[in-house]
């Protein structure tokens, strides 16, 4: 059975950085045989999960929400299982619930019905 166990959540500033972690364990995610993508998606008070950046098995392709493009780099590292979320220059309109997420999918995933695990969730909070 996978896990995903996030950290590094908190509470920000508009313009801070913040870097989110999440460990997957319970199978192997490094070949091509595994097509194991991993992602972040985020929930804010009263709307629906989004997809905020995914990457695929390599880590070659990737996939990011418009609204975050140039500010959030997101990266896995094979040899540790983990991925990485990278948020610069962060707004109070990237306050929400981040979810570390997995599924095996062809290249990277954007919706949430293309995942079949997801983490506890990480508040980040991002005040003006």
């Known amino acids: 059975q996978v896990q995903l166990v996030e950290s590094g959540g908190g509470l920000a500033q508009a313009g801070d950085s913040l870097r989110l972690t999440c460990a997957a364990s319970?199978?192997?995610?490094?070949?091509?045989?595994?097509?194991?993508?991993l992602g972040w998606f985020r929930q804010a008070p009263g709307k629906e999960r989004e997809a905020v950046a995914s990457?695929?098995?390599?880590?070659?392709?990737?996939y990011y929400a418009d609204s975050v493009k140039g500010r959030f780099t997101i990266s896995r590292d094979n040899a540790k299982n983990t991925v990485y979320l990278q948020m610069n220059c962060l707004k109070t309109e990237d306050t929400g619930v981040y979810f570390c997420?997995?599924?095996?999918?062809?290249?990277?995933?954007?919706?949430?019905?293309?995942?079949?695990?997801w983490g506890q969730g990480s508040q980040v909070p991002v005040s003006s």
């Open positions: 997420a997995g599924g095996r999918v062809i290249g990277t995933f954007k919706r949430p019905g293309s995942v079949s695990v």
């Open positions: 319970g199978r192997t995610f490094s070949n091509s045989a595994s097509n194991y993508a």
């Open positions: 990457v695929n098995w390599s880590g070659a392709n990737t």
